[in-house]
C-alpha cells in the first residue's frame, strides 16, 4: 500500500485541513506507519461475518411528528463568528 | 421518416435518454430529525433546532410521519417496502450543511422498484420504472447574493424531510419528461405525501440526459441540478440533448458532468466549482439504528391508500362512461375528482363533466384560483345542473346563470327567479309567440316554403329572442316545426 | 483550609454527613472550591465554577432545611469539559471551540443537576477525547497527583500523565479536588485514567448514559460514565446518571436499577472468567502479580475463576483505531468555524474552512480525523472500515460465547503504571497500546469498571478490570466492592488538597 504526498494532500483537502508542504511528508509516513499497524487485521478470516454498526440491538426509535423545539434565533447565532441581518455570513461560494 | 421520439441530427437520428431524480418535501410538522417546524418562508434562522445547526453533542431522532409519508409514496407508486433500511451519512463540506454530512440512504433505502404509468396526449400509456425512493436530509439555503464577497445562510430548510425518488433512464423526451413530473407530482398531492409547489421549492428535479444512436448502449450522461419549474426542466433536456449531439457529430466526447440551467439564456452550463470528483465516504450512520417496519403497520398503510389517479380514472370510464380523455383531465388532481363526483351524484355524468371542464375550469382559469377556492361550490354547480334538468331554465340561459354565480356567489335558483330566468313551457304562451314571428317574417316565411331551408335558425332566434331566451328551445323545435309544415 | 477532613470523605460518606447535618452543603462547596484553588499546579481544571458551586450548594442547604434531600443533594462534581453545560465555557480541550456557550444543558449533567449535585467545574481532558495521557489537550497538559518516589531514580522528578482521555477528572478525584467526576469512555478514557491515579472509574453499557449533549467522538463508542473514590459511590453516581433518553437514539429502552443495593459483598459462586490473552507478551511482572493476586483474593471470597478465551482480542486495538478514527472524522467535520468556535478567515469559503481547521485542531485530532477520512474513502471502505466492523462482530462474539461459561471477567485495566509527560510521545502506536485491555469490552459494548487493587514497584497505582455482561453492571460493581475491599488500597497520590490524611 502506498501513502504518499499527494495521496495525504488529497485526503486533508477531502478533511479540510490545510497542511504545509513542509508537514506532507513526515505526516505521510507517520500515516502509512498506522495504517501498516492495522493491516494485520487481514489475517482474521471474516467470510460470512455481518459488519457491526452497532452493538445496540433494537430497530431505529421513532418520535412523533410535533414541533417540540421553538429555538430562538438568538440562541442559534449566539455563538457564531459572524452574523448579518440573521444569517450566518461565509466567504462568498461560487457556483 | 423520422422515428417516434428520436431527434434528427446532422448524420442522422438520435434517441435522448433521461432519468430524472425528483427531492420532494415531505408534508409533515416537525423535521425529519428534529423537532424544529417546516413552515415556509419564515424569518431566517427561526425554525433551527441545535441539532439542525449541528451543534456540539446533538443528536438526530427520527420523525414517524416522515418514515410514514416515504412508505405511502412508495406503496403509491406500487413499489416495494423494504422492511429494513439503513441511514447511511454522505460526507461533505458546505455552509448550508452545518454538520458536515447529510444524512441519507445509500446502500440501502426504505423504498425499492416502482413504476409509473404516464397517459400520453396521444393516448398511448408508458410504463416509466421507479429505481427507489429514499428519506434524506434537506440543505439549508445559501444566499450568494446578498453582498458581493460573502455567501449568507439560512438553515431554516435544514433538515427538512425529502424523499429522493429515482426514476429508471426509461424517458425518452422532453415531453414525456414534463408528463411523468405532472403524474408524479399528481400522485404525491393525492397521497397528501407532498404539496408539490415547485414555486415554494417542495419538489424540484435533477436531470440525467444522455443521447446515443437508437439501439446503441447508453451514452455519457450529465446531470443539470436544481430544476424548479416542469417548463424549465423541459427546456433544460431540449437544450442539452441538442448541445451533446451537436458535440458528438463534431468528433468530440461528452465529459460527465454537472450542469446548471441558465434560466435566462436557455442553456445549461458546466457548475464553476472545482470539478473535484466527490468522494462522498459514504458509512451507516453510528447515532441511528436500522429502520426497522413492522409488516402488519405497512399492510395498514396500504388499505388507508386513498384511491390513485390511475384507478379512479378506471373507474370514471367504466361507472360514469366518460371518455379516457375526460377521466385524465378529471383525476388530474384529487380536489378536482371529489369536485366532479359530488356534482355528478345522481345527475348526468357526461352533463357534469362538460360543466367543470369547460365553464368551471374556464371560470377559474380566469381569476387565477385552484379548485379549492372555486366560487361555486360543486352543490351549487349540482343545483344548477338539476334546473337545467327538469326545464326551469334552458341551457343557454343557464351559462348566464351560471357566470352571475361565479360574480356573486348567490345560489342558481335565486338567480333565477331574481332575474326572472325562468323557462317558459307554456305551449299556450309559446304557440302565441311563434304565430306572431311568423306573421312578422311572413316574406322569410315564404321563402321557407320556397326551399330556404335555413330560415329555420332565424325563426327560431326570432322566438327566443322575443321570449328573451326562456322558451324551451325543445318546445319551440317541436311546435315550430308543426306550424310550418301546417302552413 | 477551613476543614481539610472533609476531603477526605467518600461520596456516600458526605450524603450522610450532609443529611445528619454533621456539616452544611456551603462548607462542602466552600472546601472543595479551596481544593480546586489548591490543585491548579495539575491543571486539572479548565474552567472551575466556584460561585456556581456555591449557589448550588445554597439551594441544597435549603432543601436539606425542609427535609427535601435529592439524591446527590450537595456532592460536589467536576464535569469532564466533553460535557455540553449550559451557559459555561465547554471547550472540548480544543482551540476550535474557544468561546463556545453551549446554550443547553447534556442530559447526564443536567440529570446530576436535578439529583442536587454541585458543580466544581469543566475538567480537562485530551483534546475531543482523543488519548491516553491527557497530554492533547489545548489547555496543556494534566499532571498525575501521584509523583515518582523520590528514591527511585535520582534526578528523575518528571511529572507523570494521570491518563486518557479523562485525565483531569480522574487527577481531580484523587487529589481531593472533587468528591467524583464525571468522564468518557471511548477506548478506556474512564479507566485506564482511573488505574493511573488510583481511583475507581466505570465505564457503563453502551446506551446506559445518554450521549445527548455530550460532545461527540466515536458515536459507537462514547460512553459516559462515573469517576470517583469507592465502588459504592461509582455506583450512586452511575444510577443519577444513566436513564432512558429519547433524544438519544441509541440510548438503550432499559430501567435503572438501583445499583447501590446490588452492593451485597456476596459473591460466593460467582464465575470469573480470567482470559488467557490478556497475557500480553511482554506485559510487566508486577502487573501479572496483581492479577493473581486479584484472583486469588476473588477465590477467597468464593468465586470460582474459570479459564477463557478470547481469541480475538490482539485485534481489538487495530479494530479501534479503524472505527473510531472514521466515525470522529466525520463528527468533527461540524467544526468549521461558522456558527460557533474558532474562525480564521480566508479568501475562500474551502481556505476559511482548512485554515480554522489546521489552526483549531492538535496534532492528535489532526492525525485521527486524517486517518478516519482515508479509511472511509472510496477504494479503501471495504478492506478497512467495513474489515474492522466484522472484525467487531467476532471480537463481541467471543464475549457472549465467554459468558455461557462465566458472569464476569478479570483483567489487568493498562498494561503499565503512569508513565512520565513526553514519554511514548515519539510513536502514536506506542501510546494507542495503553488501551490494549481496555479497548475490547469498548468495542462490545460491555460494562467494565477499573478498582485501584495495588502500586507498582515505584509506588504508582495499578488497576484491575471487571467486564460484565450487557446491562450488568450490578454484578460488576458487586464483584468490584469485594475485590476493593480485599485490596484495602488506602494510599493516597503525593499532592493532596488540603494535605491528604
Same mark, same amino acid.
Request: glycine share 8%.
Given at each position: ?5 499527494? #495521496?495525504?494532500a ?8 490545510? $497542511?504545509s ?5 513526515p $505526516?505521510?509516513?507517520?500515516l502509512?506507519h498506522?495504517? #501498516? ?5 487481514n ?7 455481518a459488519p457491526m ?5 433494537t430497530g431505529l426509535?421513532m418520535?412523533?411528528?410535533?414541533? #417540540? ?6 440562541e442559534?447565532?449566539?455563538n457564531?463568528?459572524? #452574523?448579518a ?9 461560487v457556483? | 421518416m423520422? =422515428? ?7 448524420t442522422g437520428?438520435?434517441e ?8 420532494a ?18 424569518e431566517?434562522?427561526t425554525q433551527?433546532?441545535?441539532?439542525d445547526?449541528a451543534?456540539?453533542?446533538m ?5 414517524r ?16 417496502i423494504?422492511l429494513?433500511?439503513?441511514?447511511d ?25 416502482g413504476?409509473?404509468?404516464?397517459d400520453m396526449p396521444?393516448?398511448?400509456?408508458r410504463?416509466?420504472?421507479?429505481t427507489?425512493?429514499?428519506l434524506e436530509?434537506? =440543505?439549508?439555503?445559501s444566499l450568494h447574493?446578498?453582498?458581493p ?17 429515482v426514476?429508471?433512464p ?8 414534463g408528463?411523468y413530473?405532472?403524474?408524479l407530482?399528481s400522485?404525491?398531492r393525492?397521497l /397528501? ?6 414555486e415554494e421549492?417542495?419538489?424540484r ?14 451514452g ?9 419549474s416542469i417548463?424549465y ?12 449531439i ?14 446548471l440551467?441558465?434560466v435566462g ?19 451507516p450512520?453510528?447515532?441511528l439504528?436500522p429502520l ?7 399492510e ?8 390513485l389517479?390511475?384507478a379512479?380514472?378506471?373507474?370514471f370510464v ?14 388530474a ?5 371529489l369536485?366532479?363526483?359530488?356534482v355528478?351524484a345522481g345527475?348526468?355524468?357526461k352533463?357534469a363533466a362538460?360543466w367543470?371542464m /369547460?365553464?368551471?375550469? /374556464?371560470a ?13 361550490s360543486?352543490?351549487?354547480?349540482g ?12 341551457g343557454?340561459?343557464?351559462k ?7 360574480a356573486? /356567489?348567490?345560489?342558481p335558483?335565486?338567480?333565477v ?5 325562468r323557462q317558459v ?16 317574417? =311572413? ?19 326570432q322566438v327566443?329572442?322575443?321570449?328573451q331566451g326562456? =322558451? ?16 | 483550609?477551613?476543614d ?5 470523605l ?18 462542602l ?6 481544593a480546586?484553588?489548591e490543585?491548579?499546579?495539575?491543571n486539572?481544571y479548565?474552567t472551575p ?9 445554597e439551594?441544597?442547604d ?6 427535601e ?7 460536589p ?20 471551540l474557544?468561546g ?17 449535585a ?11 477525547a ?6 492533547t489537550?489545548?489547555?496543556g ?12 531514580q ?9 491518563g486518557?482521555?479523562?485525565g483531569g477528572?480522574?487527577?481531580?478525584v484523587a ?13 478506556g478514557?474512564i479507566r485506564?485514567p482511573?488505574s ?12 446506559r448514559?445518554?450521549?445527548?449533549? *455530550?460532545?461527540a ?8 460514565g ?6 459504592r459511590?461509582?455506583a450512586?453516581l452511575?444510577?443519577?446518571m444513566s ?17 447501590e443495593?446490588?452492593l451485597?459483598g456476596?459473591i ?7 482470559p488467557r490473552?490478556?497475557r500480553a507478551?511482554g ?8 492479577w493473581?493476586?486479584g484472583?486469588?483474593w476473588?477465590r477467597?471470597?468464593g468465586?470460582e475463576?474459570?479459564d ?7 485485534y481489538?486495538?487495530?479494530t ?6 472514521a466515525?470522529?472524522s ?8 461558522v456558527?460557533?468556535?474558532?474562525r ?7 481556505e476559511?474552512?482548512?485554515l ?18 482515508? *479509511?472511509?474513502?472510496?477504494g479503501y ?10 472484525v467487531r462482530t ?5 464475549f457472549?460465547t465467554?459468558f455461557e461459561?462465566?458472569?464476569c471477567?478479570?483483567?489487568p ?5 503512569a508513565f512520565?509527560?513526553?514519554?511514548k510521545?515519539?510513536?502514536?502506536i ?7 485491555f481496555?479497548v ?6 460491555l460494562?467494565?469498571i477499573?478498582?485501584?487493587?495495588g ?6 497505582p ?10 450488568d453492571?450490578e454484578?460488576v460493581?458487586?464483584a468490584?466492592?469485594?475485590l476493593?475491599s ?10 493532596v ?5
Amino acid at each position: 500500500m502506498a501513502l504518499d504526498k499527494a #495521496t495525504v494532500a488529497q485526503i486533508a483537502a477531502l478533511a479540510r485541513i490545510r $497542511l504545509s508542504e513542509a508537514e506532507l511528508e513526515p $505526516l505521510a509516513d507517520e500515516l502509512l506507519h498506522i495504517l #501498516t499497524w492495522m493491516e494485520q487485521l487481514n489475517e482474521v478470516d471474516t467470510s460470512g461475518v455481518a459488519p457491526m454498526a452497532s452493538v445496540a440491538a433494537t430497530g431505529l426509535p421513532m418520535r412523533e411528528d410535533l414541533v #417540540t423545539d421553538r429555538s430562538c434565533r438568538d440562541e442559534i447565532l449566539a455563538n457564531a463568528p459572524r #452574523t448579518a441581518r440573521g444569517f450566518f455570513v461565509v466567504p462568498k461560494v461560487v457556483e | 421518416m423520422i =422515428a417516434k421520439g428520436t431527434i434528427g441530427g446532422r448524420t442522422g437520428q438520435w434517441e435522448t435518454v433521461i432519468g430524472l431524480e425528483v427531492h420532494a418535501q415531505v408534508i409533515s410538522k416537525a423535521k425529519l430529525f428534529s423537532g424544529a417546524p417546516t413552515d415556509f418562508g419564515a424569518e431566517p434562522n427561526t425554525q433551527v433546532s441545535p441539532v439542525d445547526a449541528a451543534f456540539p453533542g446533538m443528536l438526530p431522532v427520527i420523525n414517524r410521519s416522515c418514515v410514514e409519508q416515504a412508505v405511502k409514496t412508495g406503496l403509491g407508486l406500487g413499489a416495494e417496502i423494504r422492511l429494513e433500511s439503513v441511514f447511511d451519512r454522505k460526507n461533505y463540506f458546505y455552509p448550508d450543511l452545518p454538520p458536515g454530512y447529510q444524512i441519507s440512504q445509500y446502500q440501502q433505502p426504505v423504498v425499492g422498484r416502482g413504476c409509473v404509468v404516464l397517459d400520453m396526449p396521444d393516448g398511448t400509456a408508458r410504463e416509466i420504472g421507479i429505481t427507489r425512493l429514499h428519506l434524506e436530509q434537506d =440543505a439549508g439555503k445559501s444566499l450568494h447574493d446578498q453582498h458581493p464577497n460573502l455567501t449568507y445562510v439560512d438553515l431554516n430548510r435544514a433538515g427538512v424531510a425529502l424523499m429522493e425518488i429515482v426514476s429508471e433512464p426509461d424517458l425518452r423526451s422532453a415531453e414525456e419528461s414534463g408528463v411523468y413530473l405532472r403524474k408524479l407530482r399528481s400522485i404525491l398531492r393525492y397521497l /397528501g405525501t407532498c404539496d408539490g409547489n415547485m414555486e415554494e421549492g417542495s419538489l424540484r428535479c435533477d436531470c440525467n440526459v444522455s443521447v446515443r444512436r437508437p439501439g446503441e448502449p447508453y451514452g455519457t450522461r450529465c446531470e443539470i441540478k436544481n430544476l424548479n419549474s416542469i417548463r424549465y426542466v423541459m427546456q433544460a433536456i431540449e437544450y442539452e440533448a441538442r448541445r451533446q449531439i451537436e458535440i458528438i457529430e463534431e468528433g468530440g466526447t461528452i465529459a460527465q458532468q454537472t450542469r446548471l440551467f441558465d434560466v435566462g439564456r436557455g442553456i445549461t452550463r458546466p457548475m464553476r466549482s472545482k470539478e473535484e470528483a466527490h468522494d462522498y465516504r459514504y458509512f451507516p450512520d453510528p447515532d441511528l439504528l436500522p429502520l426497522v417496519l413492522d409488516p402488519e403497520w405497512v399492510e395498514r398503510l396500504r388499505a388507508e391508500l386513498p384511491e390513485l389517479p390511475d384507478a379512479k380514472k378506471a373507474r370514471f370510464v367504466s361507472d360514469y362512461g366518460l371518455s379516457a380523455d375526460d377521466a385524465g383531465v378529471l383525476v388530474a388532481e384529487k380536489e378536482t375528482a371529489l369536485f366532479f363526483e359530488r356534482v355528478a351524484a345522481g345527475r348526468d355524468p357526461k352533463a357534469a363533466a362538460n360543466w367543470v371542464m /369547460g365553464n368551471l375550469f /374556464g371560470a377559474l382559469n380566469r381569476l387565477g384560483v385552484g379548485i379549492d377556492r372555486s366560487p361555486v361550490s360543486a352543490e351549487g354547480l349540482g343545483s344548477l345542473l338539476d334546473l337545467i334538468a327538469d326545464g326551469t331554465i334552458s341551457g343557454r340561459l343557464a351559462k348566464d346563470v351560471f357566470a352571475e354565480m361565479v360574480a356573486s /356567489g348567490s345560489n342558481p335558483a335565486a338567480i333565477v327567479e331574481a332575474k326572472g330566468l325562468r323557462q317558459v313551457t307554456d305551449e299556450g304562451a309559446i304557440a302565441a309567440v311563434i304565430d306572431s314571428v311568423l306573421a312578422a317574417q =311572413a316574406d322569410k316565411v315564404a321563402e321557407y316554403r320556397a326551399g330556404r331551408d335555413k330560415l329555420y335558425g332565424f325563426f327560431v332566434g326570432q322566438v327566443m329572442r322575443a321570449t328573451q331566451g326562456k =322558451a324551451n328551445p325543445t318546445l319551440v323545435n317541436e311546435m315550430l316545426k308543426k306550424k310550418l309544415a301546417a302552413l | 483550609m477551613k476543614d481539610p477532613s472533609l476531603l477526605a470523605l467518600t461520596l456516600a460518606q458526605a450524603r450522610d454527613g450532609l443529611a445528619r447535618k454533621s456539616f452544611s452543603a456551603r462548607e462542602l462547596a466552600r472546601a472543595y472550591n479551596e481544593a480546586v484553588s489548591e490543585i491548579e499546579p495539575l491543571n486539572a481544571y479548565i474552567t472551575p465554577t466556584p460561585e456556581r458551586a456555591l449557589a448550588m450548594a445554597e439551594a441544597t442547604d435549603q432543601r436539606l432545611a425542609r427535609d427535601e434531600a435529592l439524591p446527590l443533594d450537595g456532592i460536589p462534581i467536576a464535569v469532564k469539559d466533553l460535557y455540553c453545560t449550559k451557559g459555561v465555557l465547554t471547550t472540548a480541550a480544543s482551540h476550535i471551540l474557544d468561546g463556545f456557550h453551549p446554550p443547553y444543558e447534556s442530559t447526564v449533567t443536567d440529570k446530576l443537576w436535578q439529583s442536587g449535585a454541585v458543580m466544581l467545574g469543566k475538567a480537562n481532558l485530551d483534546e475531543f477525547a482523543m488519548g491516553s495521557s491527557n497530554t492533547t489537550s489545548y489547555y496543556g497538559p494534566v499532571e498525575n497527583p501521584w509523583r515518582h518516589r523520590p528514591e527511585r531514580q535520582i534526578g528523575d522528578n518528571r511529572p507523570l500523565v494521570p491518563g486518557g482521555s479523562s485525565g483531569g477528572s480522574a487527577a481531580a478525584v484523587a487529589a481531593r479536588a472533587a468528591l467524583a467526576a464525571t468522564g468518557t469512555d471511548t477506548g478506556g478514557s474512564i479507566r485506564q485514567p482511573a488505574s493511573f491515579c488510583g481511583i475507581v472509574g466505570l465505564k457503563p453499557t453502551y446506551g446506559r448514559c445518554s450521549r445527548w449533549g *455530550v460532545v461527540a467522538y466515536a458515536s459507537s463508542l462514547d460512553h459516559p460514565g462515573p469517576m470517583t473514590r469507592t465502588v459504592r459511590d461509582a455506583a450512586i453516581l452511575l444510577r443519577a446518571m444513566s436513564g432512558h433518553d429519547p433524544r438519544d437514539s441509541t440510548s438503550a429502552p432499559v430501567a435503572v436499577p438501583n445499583f447501590e443495593a446490588a452492593l451485597t459483598g456476596d459473591i460466593r459462586g460467582l464465575r470469573i472468567g480470567i482470559p488467557r490473552e490478556y497475557r500480553a507478551d511482554g506485559m510487566s511482572g508486577e502487573i501479572e502479580t496483581l492479577w493473581q493476586q486479584g484472583v486469588e483474593w476473588l477465590r477467597a471470597a468464593g468465586a470460582e475463576p474459570v479459564d477463557i478465551s478470547l481469541p480475538m482480542t490482539k485485534y481489538a486495538l487495530p479494530t479501534y483505531y479503524i472505527i473510531a478514527p472514521a466515525e470522529a472524522s466525520s463528527n468533527l467535520a461540524r467544526y468549521d468555524g461558522v456558527r460557533f468556535g474558532l474562525r480564521v478567515e480566508g479568501n475562500s469559503l474551502d481556505e476559511m474552512y482548512e485554515l480554522t481547521r489546521a489552526a483549531g485542531f492538535g496534532a492528535e485530532v489532526r492525525r485521527r480525523v486524517l486517518i478516519g477520512t482515508y *479509511v472511509l474513502s472510496a477504494g479503501y471502505y471495504d478492506a478497512y472500515y467495513l474489515k474492522a466492523q466484522r472484525v467487531r462482530t467476532l471480537i463481541t462474539r467471543d464475549f457472549v460465547t465467554a459468558f455461557e461459561r462465566v458472569d464476569c471477567i478479570l483483567a489487568p485495566t493498562a498494561p503499565s503504571a503512569a508513565f512520565a509527560i513526553g514519554e511514548k510521545t515519539d510513536d502514536p502506536i506506542a501510546m494507542y497500546l495503553n488501551d490494549v485491555f481496555t479497548v475490547p469490552p469498548s468495542l462490545a459494548g460491555l460494562p467494565a469498571i477499573s478498582v485501584p487493587a495495588g502500586l507498582s514497584g515505584d509506588g504508582l497505582p495499578l488497576g484491575l478490570q471487571i467486564i460484565g455482561r450487557a446491562f450488568d453492571e450490578e454484578t460488576v460493581l458487586r464483584a468490584a466492592e469485594v475485590l476493593e475491599s480485599a485490596a484495602q488500597f488506602r494510599h493516597l497520590p503525593s499532592f493532596v488538597a488540603g494535605g491528604g490524611r
